[in-house]
Structure formats: C-alpha cells, structure tokens
C-alpha cells in the first residue's frame, strides 16, 4: 500500500481506529472534504490544513491548495467524497433551493433562480466516486510531485475508505 507510512497513512489510524493522537507543530497533509454537516474527522491539532466545499469539489479553491502547498509545505492530498451528497444532482433540489433562499434570505424569486441556473452547473458532481477520482487525477496532473490519494467517507458508518483506482 504506497499510503502506508505516510501523514495519508496516518489518517485513516487517527480516523477509522482511534490512534492515540500525537502533537504536531507544523501541518502534515492537505485535506479536501465536502462542507457536509455530517462528517467530522477524528484528528490531532495542527496535523491538516482543511478545505471544505460542496462535493469536496478544489476546481475553485486552486490557490488555497497552493498555499497550502507553497507556504504549508504539506506534500500529501487527501481528497475525501462522501456518500448520499448533496452535490449529487442538484436539479432535483432546484425549486427546494430557490424557495429556501425567498423565504430565508429574502431574495426574489427570479434573482435566486438564476443564481441556481448560473452556479449548478459548476458545482454538480454527478457521482461521488467518480468525481473524487477524476478531481484526485486533475489535481496529480497539476501538482505532480504531491501524492493525492481518493477516499470515501461513509456517513452510515463514519469511516474513511480508499477508493479502489483500477
Ligand atoms: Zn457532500
């Protein structure tokens, strides 16, 4: 397992099997997960710079992972999907988001249906898995001295898994 001995490694110990939590004073990998409410990663203090966004979707947060990168000096990406996400046709939650931000935020009806029509689009992932996959081989293209590893995160159990890459 070429994840073995490294802060991917280290991870999925902390995660999935409770490793006693060390201390460390500078971080050891970037972690990309979906804003999702129902996931929290059991990890020490100051082992990941995180970035959350729907889908665990980085198409727009390039200059976040460079910092991370550049300044951060992490050399590991761990790029976590989830089941059951949101992100996952947004076209049948139009009129549920449309409505909602009348009725939360007070905008018009015709302004918040554009806003949806204009960044769907941009933000469905069409299948968790598959987008994760994609993203991890995007991002290896991009930052080709960094090594990306594909996970899911099962929200009925709470675990992280590899995402097979044959
Ligand atoms: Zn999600």
Redesign the pocket.
């Known amino acids: 397992m070429v994840y073995r001995q490294t802060p991917i490694g280290l991870l999925l110990e902390y995660h999935n099997l409770y490793r006693l939590l060390d201390t460390f004073d500078k971080a050891q990998l970037l972690v990309g997960m979906?804003?999702?409410n129902r996931k929290h990663l059991h990890i020490p203090d100051n082992f990941a710079f995180i970035i959350r966004s729907?889908?665990a979707n980085l198409r727009y947060s390039e200059f976040k992972v460079s910092y991370a990168i550049g300044v951060g000096q992490v050399s590991h990406i761990a790029l976590i999907g989830?089941n059951n996400?949101?992100?996952v046709n947004l076209i049948s939650r139009k009129e549920e988001f449309i409505d909602g931000l009348v009725m939360t935020a007070g905008w018009d009806k015709e302004r918040a249906e554009e806003h949806f029509m204009h960044f769907a689009p941009m933000f469905e992932i069409g299948n968790e898995t598959d987008f994760i996959l994609s993203e991890t081989k995007r991002l290896r293209l991009r930052y080709p001295k960094i090594l990306i590893a594909p996970l899911i995160y099962l929200v009925d159990d709470n675990q992280l898994y590899f995402i097979n890459e044959d």
């Open positions: 979906c804003m999702d729907g889908g989830h996400c949101g992100m």
